[in-house]
């Protein structure tokens, strides 16, 4: 990745907070790298180098800052926006497939062979693909030093590292201290037992109110729920099952999660910030679409709407094909019967509320306070009835559900089947690193997926940024209401203005809708 140094340095001259994650500073005097925005006096021009991600920063023998943690920035959104090998690629970093498959199942699931696959990481970001694992697997490691009350040892092996050693060494090469002197400066723990607190960074602006508006209208009893500003569900992870509550605010998006293992807080926080489009660049895309007449009264009124991506992409696959021809009231209820007719797994025993998570604070916190304490106590809208909550059911579950358990037209039953068997099967990829172009041609061969449910599928659970639903009914409706061609096919040439935006244009036009 090329980086011009006069734009970088003119950004860390301005700490301009768009920039984290783009690219990181090294400061060879100090020893240390930082983000853009790092309130620390401007470095000299000599003295600097740029970095196109954190790994190849520490590669380059430098330390992370402790008053920016550049490690809590939020992600570059060139990796949302790329499909190609490296954007794939560091998303399954992100979801932490090298520390459960190594890189060897990265390069399978890639479809390259590993001298290739380090080839093109190292020319792109300065770093193979075991050097950016091992940057994800430090920050995971100082999570859970700052936020639990696991020995170091136990830390260690929970954050995927081989030994205690490496641990130990990683640990004093990236931040400067050892692992000790980490947890001796965490914050006092607040809040109900066993949970994680931490604050998820993205660039502002973000228009809470539309992501939690669009979640709440499809959320499923037992699964997912919007209450008191706050958005709870269930997940499934490698590892076990986990519930979370993200609560968004100025700067920040509040994330308080319950994990059965440990060895998930990497895909968990992944998997969030997908959902939330954490890592979008919404200037960029206002921008794009502001410059239009029809959008730029909306794009003023709400700036920074996002895409609600998905935390599953097999979950979103049976929202959304039993949503075909229906109202949502109507795909609600079926998929309530369907859930129902599925056993839940066992549930995670404990209640849990919300920790007080100071503002602007980069920090962790740990809720280590005892049993008993009251839902909505301080510290905030909580956790509330996320006692009740699951995960989504997964595809060998829903193919053992017999047909009374589908209330729906036999045909969109049998192609809730047939996609459940590929995903099962392992042929069929619904991650955001799967091969965009791939998973929608495959999923367009399925008998019952159309052009709407692939393209649905595309946007929401590979989250490409560039996908038109031309022949969606509100975004059609929504075309009419600002003055646009509302017909699917000069309304699709219509949009090709937005690109590529297109997404984050179907999601204006369903507001106005």
């Known amino acids: 990745m090329e980086l011009d140094f006069e734009r970088c340095y003119r950004a860390v001259d301005s700490r301009d907070q768009r920039f984290d994650g783009w ?8 020893g240390i790298y930082c983000r853009p925005s790092c309130p620390a006096m401007t470095p000299k021009r000599q003295n600097v180098r740029f970095f196109a991600s954190a790994a190849a920063a520490q590669g380059a023998g430098l330390r992370a800052c402790r008053r920016c943690r550049p490690d809590v920035s939020p992600g570059s959104p060139e990796w949302d926006v790329r499909a190609d090998v490296v954007g794939r690629a560091m998303r399954l970093i992100a979801d932490g497939v090298v520390d459960r498959a190594g890189v060897p199942g990265l390069a399978t699931r890639l479809g390259y062979t590993e001298r290739h696959l380090h080839r093109m990481l190292r020319a792109e970001l300065g770093a193979g693909p075991l050097a950016l694992a091992r940057a994800q697997r430090a920050q995971t490691a100082r999570t859970l030093i700052e936020s639990t009350e ?6 260690a092996f929970a954050a995927g590292f081989g030994s205690v050693r490496q641990f130990n060494d990683t640990i004093r090469e990236v931040y400067g201290v050892p692992p000790s002197q980490l947890r001796a400066g965490r914050r006092p723990a607040t809040g109900g037992a066993g949970t994680i607190t931490l604050r998820l960074a993205y660039r502002p602006p973000l228009h809470a109110a539309a ?21 709870r569900r269930g997940l499934r992870l490698p590892h076990g099952t986990a519930q979370v509550a993200l609560t968004p605010a100025d700067g920040q998006v509040t994330a308080v999660l319950r994990l059965t ?13 997908h959902l939330f489009d954490l890592d979008a660049d919404p200037v960029a895309v206002d921008q794009t679409l502001g410059a239009d007449p029809a959008l730029a009264a909306a794009v003023a009124a709400e700036p920074g709407v996002r895409v609600p991506h998905a935390v599953d992409g097999f979950e979103l696959a049976v929202r959304a094909i039993a949503t075909q021809q229906v109202s949502l009231a109507s795909a609600r209820t079926t998929l309530t019967h369907l859930l129902a007719s599925i056993p839940p797994p066992t549930p995670v025993d404990q209640e849990v509320s919300v920790g007080n998570a100071a503002p602007g604070d980069a920090n ?8 008993g304490v009251e839902d909505g106590a301080e510290g905030g809208g909580g956790l509330r009835g996320l006692r009740g909550l699951r995960g989504f059911v997964g595809a060998e579950e829903v193919l053992r ?14 192609t809730i089947r047939r996609v459940a068997r590929a995903v099962a099967d392992g042929g069929l990829d619904l991650a955001p690193g799967g091969d965009r172009a791939e998973t929608t041609r495959q999923l367009a061969a399925i008998p019952g997926i159309g052009p709407w449910t692939a393209g649905y599928l595309a946007m929401r659970a590979l989250g490409d940024p560039d996908v038109f639903l031309a022949t969606d009914l509100a975004v059609r409706r929504g075309a009419a209401a600002l003055g646009l061609p509302d017909t699917p096919k000069t309304l699709d040439e219509y949009a090709a203005g937005w690109r590529p935006w297109r997404s984050y244009a179907v999601i204006r036009l369903w507001r106005a809708a």
């Open 23 to 30: 690219f990181y500073t090294g400061v060879t005097s100090t």
């Open 150 to 155: 696991l020995g170091l040892a136990e830390v």
């Open 211 to 231: 992501l939690l508006d669009f979640l709440a209208r499809r959320t499923l009893p037992g699964v997912d729920e919007v209450r008191d500003g706050t958005y």
């Open 261 to 273: 293992d440990l060895r998930d807080l990497a895909p968990a926080v992944a998997r969030c910030r």
């Open 364 to 371: 962790l916190l740990i809720n280590g306070a005892e049993d």
């Open 401 to 414: 559900v017999p047909d009374s358990g589908f209330r729906m037209p036999v045909g969109r039953r049998e």
